[in-house]
């Protein structure tokens, strides 16, 4: 790996980091043909009944084959994880992973209503949604062709992700990450401010985690 490469993978925030890690080489594994995405996928059958846990992990760091689509999302995904973790999160990893784990708990819920055994394309939505929501007033400029404040970005690459591939179901696992991100932000920046009035076990990682 070169210096600069390795350097730079350095400095991103450790659960970006970590989830960047597997994301590649799951991806890098399928491509080589040592695995295939049958040994990954996430159902409730295949999870629980069979015994095979490591689904419920695996579906999380499938973005699929090495493709346009792969790097669209790995992109997007590392840029808005890396930037909230710096900052609304800096000083609160354990925070930053509750989040995301509870997000990855209702996606797996919900995977069976929406029949969607790969649920990393959803999950990636989440930071990017929370970070559009938690700086409002950012402008964005997409690929440089056209500028938007940072609430619409997630609808915004929603489009692009339909565009790209050509049929609207392409881009339902990124609606589903959505609203799984939605509720995410109310219940930590609505919810628990105006009507909690301070911060609760949704919203803050139980001690020791």
């Given amino acids: 790996m ?3 490469i390795e350097a730079w993978f350095n400095q991103v925030p450790p ?4 989830w960047l890690a597997c994301a590649v080489l799951t991806s890098l594994a399928v491509q080589c043909q040592m695995i295939t995405p049958l040994q990954l996928y996430f159902s409730y ?8 846990l490591w689904r419920a992990f695996t579906t999380f760091f499938y973005f699929g084959n090495i493709s346009i689509d792969f790097v ?11 930037m909230l973790e710096e900052s609304s999160f800096s000083h609160r990893r354990a925070d930053y992973f509750w989040m995301l784990f509870q997000s990855a708990v209702m996606l797996l819920m919900l995977s069976p209503l929406v029949n969607m055994p790969f649920l990393s394309s959803p999950l990636a939505f989440v930071p990017i949604y929370i970070w559009s929501r938690r700086h409002p007033n950012t402008q964005i400029s997409l690929f440089g062709i056209v500028t938007i404040t940072a609430p619409y970005l997630p ?32 219940v930590r920046d609505v919810w628990a401010r105006e009507m909690l009035g301070s911060q609760g076990i949704w919203s803050e990682a139980p001690e020791g985690l």
């Fill in 2 to 4: 070169p210096v600069g």
């Fill in 15 to 18: 659960i970006t980091r970590c």
């Fill in 45 to 52: 059958k295949s999870t629980f009944k069979n015994v095979q």
């Fill in 72 to 82: 669209f999302h790995l992109f997007f995904f590392m840029r808005y994880s890396r």
């Fill in 155 to 186: 609808l915004a690459l929603v489009a692009f992700s339909w565009l790209l591939n050509g049929t609207w179901r392409a881009a339902a696992g990124d609606l589903l990450g959505c609203a799984v991100a939605h509720l995410a932000w109310f």
